[in-house]
T-cell receptor, first 114, second 111 residues
């Protein structure tokens, strides 16, 4: 079974530029999560989708971050414009449904904002 | 906001030694999860706990759901070099499906 795929693996941009990350969850998983992991910290949930609907986005900085999961499968997370403090690893995870506690994580995208 | 504190923050141990780490919360959790993260990878679920007092093993790993429901413990017996990594506790914030991760314990094993 294929795992969660993310791309790109690494991205370096200058502040005020835009960037987008892509995630393909495990086939059949209804719930998709985007996390931000700053160096030395645990992952912090940014947004959670159930199929193509948003379950929680309370920690998403909506003035600059946006995410979508239009067909209930793939998802993109965008930052526009980026700030220095956005430098982090962005992890995508999926689970069979909201109730399932086993989240499967992708390898992450390491973003560096200069 | 809700926070899970883990201790120790990091530890060096000799290969073959047993390891203990814990995770504490200011509020009650109904589920405790333990994940391991290797460098350059996403976290991988090791053990899930669902009931106060529950003790669950996965190979050399044993985790316990604290009886106060505000803490959890992870033990690794006879550590080996591949145990190196960061261990996170996590759980859904009570009454929600929103997962919170702990601050992490970084484990380094000396051969």
């Amino acid at each position: 079974e294929a795992g969660v795929a993310q791309s790109p693996r690494y991205k370096i941009i200058e502040k005020r530029q835009s960037v987008a990350f892509w995630c393909n969850p495990i086939s059949g998983h209804a719930t998709l999560y985007w996390y931000q992991q700053i160096l030395g910290q645990g992952p912090k949930l940014l947004i959670q989708f159930q199929n193509n609907g948003v379950v929680d986005d309370s920690q998403l900085p909506k003035d600059r971050f946006s995410a979508e999961r239009l067909k209930g499968v793939d998802s993109t997370l965008k930052i526009q414009p980026a700030k220095l403090e956005d430098s982090a690893v962005y992890l995508c995870a999926s689970s069979f449904n909201q109730v399932s506690n086993e989240q499967f994580f992708g390898p992450g995208t390491r973003l560096t904002v200069l | 906001g809700q926070q899970l504190n883990q201790s120790p923050q990091s530890m060096f141990i000799q290969e073959g030694e047993d390891v203990s780490m814990n995770c504490t919360s200011s509020s009650i959790f109904n589920t405790w999860l333990w994940y391991k993260q290797d460098p350059g990878e996403g976290p991988v679920l090791l053990i899930a706990l669902y009931k106060a007092g529950e003790l669950t093993s996965n190979g050399r790993l044993t985790a316990q759901f604290g009886i106060t429901r505000k803490d959890s413990f992870l033990n690794i017996s006879a550590s080996i070099p591949s145990d190196v990594g960061i261990y996170f506790c996590a759980g859904p914030s009570p009454g929600t499906y929103k997962y919170i991760f702990g601050t992490g314990t970084r484990l380094k094993v000396l051969a």
